[in-house]
């Protein structure tokens, strides 16, 4: 599918437009070319790989919201990720990250079939890792979960999935699940908006990234109420997460509440009880849930409920604390497990410094589209900065 390439020479690369910064990163049998456009209204990323076997260009699927295009610097980190620093933004808004070959670019690109790469915004700091619910319709998920949000309204978000199911009485769009026709959804699973889905009673069901990391965004520790199906493929997703199965007392007390609940027929009903059947075997399929909580007496499962989530509490605070001055950093270099980032103001902003490191090594997996865990500390001078190095 690729063009004939050109003569390869980075300074010569264009867009097509009148102002243009490229970066040029070898990467294997691969040239990433990262171009910046800057036409009329407004300013864009184009990015181009150069294949250097075959002398062909591909232009790859871009996936992700891209970083605020005013002018950067580019350096190759590991094989699986380019290293973006913003100029003249946030330090909270400068730090990016071009997937090349990340577990999740790798999957996309079998998806497609063709060339991916994703943009990963890089975030100050460790969230706590997100709740992963499961269990079968009629155990009382969604019980616990509200009860959950009415207590700790700033410390957890609900994670809003996306369903092609009908709305119930009470259900509110954009609170309880997003309402989607099944081809947009389909539509949007495709160009890799979705961190999982699954088809659940007769019906698509999905966790967006954005609805995970709109969450994990506001400071809150995100829920996820998603069948067995899902907390497989969360399993297999770089995604970390703490893993709960919350079961009935026994089968007859969960075919009462189903329909107690009154929101099913009973076609619908006896679906729900056949499907969970085999979820309560897969709950004990070997490193799928990490804790299974029984749901007889509500308030009882409520309190154990609490207690896991204080135990698998690993919430650090981020040290970010120049996180929100506007930063102009270049890179100057990197090593094994840092990179240096030098100042190009020479003016240092408040509670800033000349020369930052960002720490590579704290990175931890997280959803696509946002690359956690980053630390960065400050480094007096490039004397000290090259200690660390050596
Ligand atoms: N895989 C997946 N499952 C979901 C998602 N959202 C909800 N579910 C599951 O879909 C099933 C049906 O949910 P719902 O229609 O609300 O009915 P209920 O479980 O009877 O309240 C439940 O097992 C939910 O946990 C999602 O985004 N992904
Ligand atoms: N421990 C419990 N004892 C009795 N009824 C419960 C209990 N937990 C939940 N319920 C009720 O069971 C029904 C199903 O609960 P719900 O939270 O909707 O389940 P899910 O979200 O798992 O489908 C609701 O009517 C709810 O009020």
Same mark, same amino acid.
């Given at each position: 599918?690729?063009?004939?390439?050109?003569?390869?020479r980075?300074?010569?690369i264009?867009?097509?437009?009148?102002?243009?910064?490229?970066?040029?990163?070898?990467?294997?049998?691969?040239?990433?070319?990262?171009?910046?456009?800057?036409?009329?209204?407004k300013?864009s990323?184009?990015?181009?790989?150069?294949?250097?076997?075959?002398?062909?260009?591909?232009?790859?699927?871009?996936?992700?919201?891209?970083?605020?295009?005013?002018?950067?610097?580019? %350096? +190759?980190?590991? @094989?699986?990720?380019?290293?973006?620093?913003?100029?003249?933004? *946030? =330090?909270?808004?400068?730090?990016? #990250?071009?997937?090349?070959?990340?577990?999740?670019?790798?999957?996309?690109r079998?998806?497609?079939?063709?060339?991916?790469?994703?943009?990963?915004?890089?975030?100050?700091?460790?969230?706590?890792?997100?709740?992963?619910?499961?269990?079968?319709?009629?155990?009382?998920?969604?019980?616990?979960?509200?009860?959950l949000?009415?207590?700790?309204?700033?410390?957890?978000?609900?994670s809003?999935?996306?369903?092609?199911?009908?709305?119930?009485?009470?259900?509110?769009?954009g609170?309880h699940?997003?309402?989607?026709g099944?081809?947009?959804?389909?539509?949007?699973?495709?160009?890799?908006?979705?961190?999982?889905?699954?088809?659940?009673?007769?019906?698509?069901?999905?966790?967006?990234?954005?609805?995970?990391?709109?969450?994990?965004?506001?400071?809150?520790?995100? %829920? +996820?109420?998603? @069948?067995?199906?899902?907390?497989?493929?969360?399993?297999?997703? *770089? =995604?970390?997460?703490?893993?709960? #199965?919350?079961?009935?007392p026994?089968?007859?007390?969960?075919?009462?509440?189903?329909?107690?609940?009154?929101?099913?027929?009973?076609?619908?009903?006896?679906?729900?009880?056949?499907?969970a059947?085999?979820?309560?075997?897969?709950?004990?399929?070997?490193?799928?849930?990490?804790?299974?909580?029984?749901?007889?007496?509500?308030?009882?499962?409520y309190?154990?409920?609490?207690?896991?989530?204080?135990?698998?509490?690993?919430?650090?605070?981020?040290?970010?604390?120049?996180?929100?001055?506007?930063?102009?950093?270049?890179?100057?270099?990197?090593?094994?497990s840092?990179?240096?980032?030098?100042?190009?103001?020479?003016?240092?902003?408040?509670g800033g410094?000349?020369?930052?490191?960002?720490?590579?090594?704290?990175?931890?997996?997280?959803?696509p589209?946002?690359?956690?865990?980053?630390?960065?500390h400050?480094?007096?001078?490039?004397?000290?900065?090259?200690?660390?190095?050596r």
């Amino acid at each position: 599918m690729g063009e004939e390439a050109p003569e390869f020479r980075v300074d010569t690369i264009t867009f097509g437009s009148k102002d243009c910064q490229q970066n040029a990163i070898d990467v294997g049998d691969k040239t990433y070319v990262i171009g910046r456009t800057d036409d009329d209204a407004k300013s864009s990323f184009g990015i181009k790989i150069l294949d250097k076997l075959t002398q062909t260009w591909i232009v790859p699927t871009v996936l992700g919201a891209q970083p605020p295009s005013k002018s950067h610097s580019a %350096i +190759l980190v590991n @094989d699986e990720k380019i290293l973006i620093v913003e100029k003249g933004v *946030s =330090l909270n808004d400068s730090i990016w #990250f071009l997937e090349i070959d990340t577990p999740f670019v790798k999957q996309q690109r079998k998806i497609k079939g063709s060339e991916v790469v994703s943009w990963s915004k890089g975030v100050l700091g460790v969230a706590q890792k997100p709740v992963v619910i499961s269990g079968p319709s009629g155990v009382g998920k969604g019980t616990l979960i509200a009860k959950l949000m009415k207590e700790y309204p700033s410390k957890f978000g609900f994670s809003v999935s996306h369903t092609t199911r009908s709305p119930r009485v009470k259900e509110i769009d954009g609170v309880h699940y997003h309402f989607a026709g099944r081809s947009k959804m389909e539509q949007d699973i495709s160009e890799g908006e979705f961190l999982e889905f699954a088809h659940v009673h007769g019906n698509l069901y999905g966790t967006s990234i954005e609805a995970v990391e709109s969450v994990t965004d506001e400071g809150k520790r995100c %829920i +996820l109420d998603i @069948d067995v199906q899902g907390a497989r493929s969360v399993r297999a997703s *770089s =995604l970390e997460a703490v893993f709960i #199965f919350v079961c009935p007392p026994s089968f007859e007390e969960l075919e009462q509440r189903l329909r107690a609940r009154g929101t099913e027929t009973e076609e619908q009903i006896q679906k729900r009880l056949r499907n969970a059947r085999a979820e309560l075997d897969q709950s004990n399929s070997p490193g799928l849930f990490d804790h299974l909580l029984v749901n007889d007496d509500l308030e009882a499962c409520y309190e154990n409920l609490k207690k896991l989530l204080s135990l698998d509490d690993d919430h650090k605070d981020s040290d970010g604390c120049y996180g929100k001055a506007t930063a102009c950093y270049s890179i100057l270099s990197k090593t094994e497990s840092k990179v240096f980032l030098q100042s190009e103001t020479g003016e240092v902003v408040k509670g800033g410094a000349s020369m930052l490191a960002v720490d590579l090594s704290s990175l931890t997996g997280g959803a696509p589209g946002r690359t956690r865990g980053l630390k960065t500390h400050s480094v007096n001078s490039i004397d000290n900065g090259l200690k660390g190095i050596r």
